[in-house]
T-cell receptor, first 115, second 116 residues
Framework: AQKITQTQPGMFVQEKEAVTLDCTYD???????LFWYKQPSSGEMIFLIY??????QNATEGRYSLNFQKARKSANLVISASQLGDSAMYFC????????????FGKGTKLTVNP | DSGVTQTPKHLITATGQRVTLRCSPR?????VYWYQQSLDQGLQFLIH???????AKGNILERFSAQQFPDLHSELNLSSLELGDSALYFC???????????????FGPGTRLTVL
């Protein structure tokens, strides 16, 4: 069964430094999409970045980039130049063809940015 | 702001009661998804509607039902509420029916349900 694993329950980073949040996934389907969402303490889920299984290049969106290693089934989120406002829960999610059109989420990583 | 709206933001009710959560998708989006986020289960997919038709069901209890109306807004009805139904309920919308891997889902702010 498809599964997302985020092994870091919590991460700490100093302001202005870069941080990598880990995500590994398990699927036998060759067609899938990987998504990262941010959930601040206020509760909303904010879409950050997307990577498709057939994409040749790693996705980037501003300070967010995705380190996609298909053979290792990992899709780590890299946040550069961390800001205090980056403190939040971060969720990795996957959808796949034939997967009932749903997102499957990992348990999340709580990122704290220290001043 | 994702463009997805959900009402109410907070809901407090008693066991055995029935509530209705409302969601309006982003302009132009035809798909609406419902998810439940709880401490023990994490984020779980409940149900998906596309242009008024049910497309997929997840771990949705029989006490729960949903529909999508002609104006594309959706309602999630929760009945015979139990303490364990307390959770954050999200609605998400996307443009397509979810049959491509590029179909990004944009989430609303959620409705926090507390069952006392």
């Amino acid at each position: 069964a498809q599964k997302i694993t985020q092994t870091q329950p919590g991460m700490f980073v100093q302001e202005k430094e870069a941080v990598t949040l880990d995500c590994t996934y398990d699927t036998s389907d060759p067609s899938y999409g990987l998504f990262w969402y941010k959930q601040p303490s206020s509760g909303e889920m904010i879409f950050l970045i997307y990577q498709g299984s057939y994409d040749q290049q790693n996705a980037t969106e501003g300070r967010y980039s995705l380190n996609f290693q298909k053979a290792r089934k990992s899709a780590n989120l890299v946040i550069s130049a961390s800001q205090l406002g980056d403190s939040a829960m971060y969720f990795c999610a996957m959808m796949w063809l034939g997967g009932s059109e749903k997102l499957v989420f990992g348990k999340g990583t709580k990122l704290t940015v220290n001043p | 702001d994702s463009g997805v709206t959900q009402t109410p933001k907070h809901l407090i009710t008693a066991t055995g009661q029935r509530v209705t959560l409302r969601c309006s998708p982003r302009s132009g989006d035809l798909s609406v998804y419902w998810y439940q986020q709880s401490l023990d289960q994490g984020l779980q997919f409940l149900i998906h509607y596309y242009n008024g038709e049910e497309r997929a069901k997840g771990n949705i209890l029989e006490r729960f039902s949903a529909q999508q109306f002609p104006d594309l807004h959706s309602e999630l009805n929760l009945s015979s509420l139990e303490l364990g139904d307390s959770a954050l309920y999200f609605c998400a919308s996307s443009e397509k029916p979810g049959t491509t891997i590029t179909d990004t889902q944009y989430f609303g702010p959620g409705t926090r349900l507390t069952v006392l």
